[in-house]
Every structure is written in C-alpha cells, then in structure tokens.
C-alpha cells in the first residue's frame, strides 16, 4: 500500500515539475479601443489582450487599418497577404504597431479598397444590417461583404 502512494506522488511530482508550452492567443476583431471604437466590443479587445499578457501569454491582435488610424505610426512589414475575397483573391499588406500602454503586437490589415473608409468600424450597425440584406442598397451590401469575410 505504501509503495502505491509513493509511486502515485511520484508521477503527480513529475507531471507538475515538467516545462510548460508558452499558450498563444491570436485576437481577431473588427473593432479595437483605441483605435476603432463603436461598442463593447472594441473596450473587451482593447483590454483582454493586456490581461492575458500579464499572465504571460503570447497574445496578438488582428484588425483593419480604417480610415482615421494613423497609418504612419504603424510599421509597414515587407510582403503581403493573399485574401479570399468574394470576387476572387486580394492582396493586402500589414502593419505592425502595439496596444497602447502595453507591448501586445497589433496586426492592422491594410486593403485600401475595403477598409479606407470612415464608419468601418460600426460593427453593431453592420451586424442587424446584414439580417436584413433586402433593404441595403449596393454600398450597404459591400459593409456586408467587408464584415463576413473578416469576422465570417
């Protein structure tokens, strides 16, 4: 009976002693406080990533580069992504920048065609838009289209 006891502390001992994997978490939104801002939405990513953070977690964020976000103070990374677009592949290029007050990495994605516009980011509207598509003219059906490919 005291061998099983001691064999049994012995493998929990292991078990805890044995390096843990980092966790990484990658935070894609269509809204980030401060830089876009329409709701809730935008304060949870604005925030959630800096907790995570400090429990020493790998987290990044993923958003568009809107229109009104300031381009220049964002790092332009060399080469560019290919997205699947609703009229076929696109190509958009990346910038880096940083959560304010923190070092949380922020990928903004940056697509001219769909993103440079102001009102981007208005993801409550674009949410009860989209259920109600036969009432959306051509400009409405193309927010519609931003907003499922990247929130999907």
């Given at each position: 009976?005291?061998?099983?006891?001691?064999?049994?502390?012995?493998?929990?001992?292991?078990?805890?002693?044995?390096?843990?994997?980092?966790?990484?978490?990658?935070?894609?939104?269509?809204?980030?406080?401060?830089?876009?801002?329409?709701?809730?939405?935008?304060?949870?990513?604005?925030?959630?990533?800096?907790?995570?953070?400090?429990?020493?977690?790998?987290?990044?964020?993923?958003?568009?580069?809107?229109?009104?976000?300031?381009?220049?103070?964002?790092?332009?990374?060399?080469?560019?992504?290919?997205v699947p677009m609703?009229?076929?592949?696109?190509?958009?290029?990346?910038?880096?920048?940083?959560?304010?007050?923190?070092?949380?990495?922020?990928?903004?994605?940056?697509?001219?065609?769909?993103?440079?516009?102001?009102?981007?980011?208005?993801?409550?509207?674009?949410?009860?838009?989209?259920?109600?598509?036969?009432?959306?003219?051509?400009?409405?059906?193309?927010?519609?289209?931003?907003?499922?490919?990247?929130?999907?």
């Amino acid at each position: 009976m005291m061998a099983e006891t001691d064999d049994e502390t012995s493998r929990s001992t292991a078990v805890s002693t044995a390096p843990r994997r980092r966790l990484s978490v990658l935070v894609v939104a269509s809204e980030v406080a401060p830089f876009r801002k329409t709701g809730g939405l935008a304060d949870v990513i604005g925030a959630l990533p800096k907790a995570l953070a400090a429990r020493d977690i790998d987290v990044r964020v993923v958003t568009p580069l809107y229109a009104g976000i300031p381009w220049n103070d964002q790092e332009r990374l060399d080469g560019a992504l290919s997205v699947p677009m609703y009229y076929g592949r696109g190509r958009a290029a990346v910038r880096l920048g940083t959560l304010p007050s923190s070092s949380v990495p922020i990928y903004f994605i940056e697509h001219h065609r769909y993103y440079d516009r102001y009102g981007g980011g208005r993801c409550r509207e674009m949410r009860a838009a989209c259920m109600h598509k036969e009432e959306l003219g051509e400009q409405g059906m193309g927010n519609c289209r931003r907003y499922r490919e990247l929130c999907g």
